[in-house]
């Protein structure tokens, strides 16, 4: 790790910015643990229902009678699609000091975090891992929680950068 005071380690990053609904969307994506993702949900919900119901070897000797075991899975998937959407969408409601400001740095003492109801002061020590995705970096303070940082809450392409590069310079990323 390059520590020299010019790095970006040693540099404070600012961000501020107000978090849209698809941020909140794809954070609550990000946060699922990997059986919970819809392509696994769904393959599992298929091979539970047709083996539960119509059987494997009729399935394939005769897929036309695996139609209701199909319809059942569809109109379930579509349930839990929209029972997500709904919960989702009450929990945006209900949260909100999401809907204002947030503001903070980043830099060589960990993260500062703050709306106008809340202010968080994590050292890098307690962030167990990040995920970086296109445009949003998740820093994980547990398995399942999260500060969210969207690409916007930086003004600039070269603040982002450094706020990565302090990210990287001091969390592994998982599996590393």
Known sequence: MNTSPESPAHKETPFRGRTSWPQFRQVQGALLPWWAKPYVTAACMAFLMVSLGTGWGVAL?????????????????????????????????????????????????????????????????????????????????????????????????????QFNDTVAAHVKLPGA
């Open 61 to 161: 000797s005769s897929p036309v009678k695996a139609i209701p075991d199909l319809l059942v899975i569809g109109f379930l998937l579509v349930f839990i699609w929209a029972a997500t959407f709904y919960l989702h969408t009450r929990a945006w409601k209900a949260q909100d000091a999401l809907h204002g400001e947030i503001t903070g740095t980043v830099g060589e003492q960990g993260i500062e975090w703050a709306t106008a109801t809340t202010t968080s002061k994590f050292s890098w020590e307690k962030i167990l891992k990040y995920k970086q995705l296109p445009d949003m970096t998740l820093a994980f303070y547990s398995p399942r929680c999260a500060f969210y940082f969207p690409r916007d809450f930086f003004v600039s392409d070269e603040n982002w950068r």
